[in-house]
C-alpha cells in the first residue's frame, strides 16, 4: 500500500496527453489573441501580446517537465511560475494602454477552452532553456523599441529570463 506522501509514476502517455492539451491551449490562446483588433482601426497588434504568449508556453513548458524530471521540480515550478505572471502583467498592460478592465480581460483569457494538439515528443530541459533563451533575447530587442514603463517591464522579464537559464536551470 503506498503512502500518502509518494505519488504514482507519471507515463510517457500521460505526459503526451498533458503535452498535446497544452500545446491546444497555447493555439487557442494564439487564435483568441489574433481576433482582438483596436477601436481606431490602425489594425496594430500590440507587441506586447506575442511576449505575453511567449511566456504562456515557456510556463506550460516548464510544468510539463515537472512530471518528467521530478528532481528538478523546484526550479521548474519556480519558472513555469514567473513565467505565467509574466504573462499575466503583459496581458494587464495591454488591457490597459487598450483602454480594457484588466480584470476582465484576465477573467476572458483564463476561460480557453483547450483541444488536444497532434502528440509531439516530450519536452526537454534543452529545449526550456532554448526557449527561454530566445524570449530573453525578444524581450530585450522589443525594450530597446518602446519607451517608459513598457520598456522597463520588458527588460524586467528579460533579465528574469536570463536568470531562470542561467542560475535556476544551468
Given at each position: 500500500m503506498p503512502t500518502p506522501a509518494s505519488s504514482p509514476p507519471v507515463s510517457r502517455r500521460t505526459v503526451l496527453r498533458w503535452s498535446g492539451a497544452a500545446l491546444g491551449g497555447v493555439g487557442a490562446l494564439a487564435v483568441a489573441g489574433c481576433g482582438a483588433g483596436t477601436d481606431d482601426g490602425a489594425g496594430e497588434v500590440?507587441?506586447?501580446i506575442a511576449q505575453a504568449e511567449r511566456a504562456r508556453v515557456d510556463a506550460a513548458t516548464a510544468g510539463l517537465l515537472v512530471a518528467l524530471l521530478p528532481d528538478r521540480a523546484g526550479a521548474l515550478n519556480?519558472?513555469?511560475?514567473?513565467?505565467?505572471?509574466?504573462?499575466?502583467?503583459?496581458?494587464?498592460?495591454?488591457?490597459?494602454l487598450a483602454g480594457a478592465d484588466p480584470a476582465s480581460t484576465t477573467t476572458a483569457s483564463t476561460t480557453t477552452t483547450t483541444t488536444v494538439a497532434p502528440a509531439a515528443d516530450p519536452p526537454t530541459l534543452d529545449l526550456l532553456r532554448e526557449r527561454l533563451n530566445g524570449s530573453q533575447r525578444a524581450a530585450a530587442d522589443l525594450a530597446r523599441t518602446l519607451q517608459g514603463y513598457r520598456a522597463g517591464l520588458l527588460a524586467s522579464i528579460s533579465a528574469a529570463c536570463a536568470v531562470h537559464k542561467g542560475v535556476l536551470l544551468p
Open positions: 500590440d507587441p506586447l519556480a519558472v513555469g511560475a514567473e513565467r505565467t505572471t509574466h504573462a499575466q502583467v503583459l496581458d494587464a498592460e495591454v488591457a490597459r
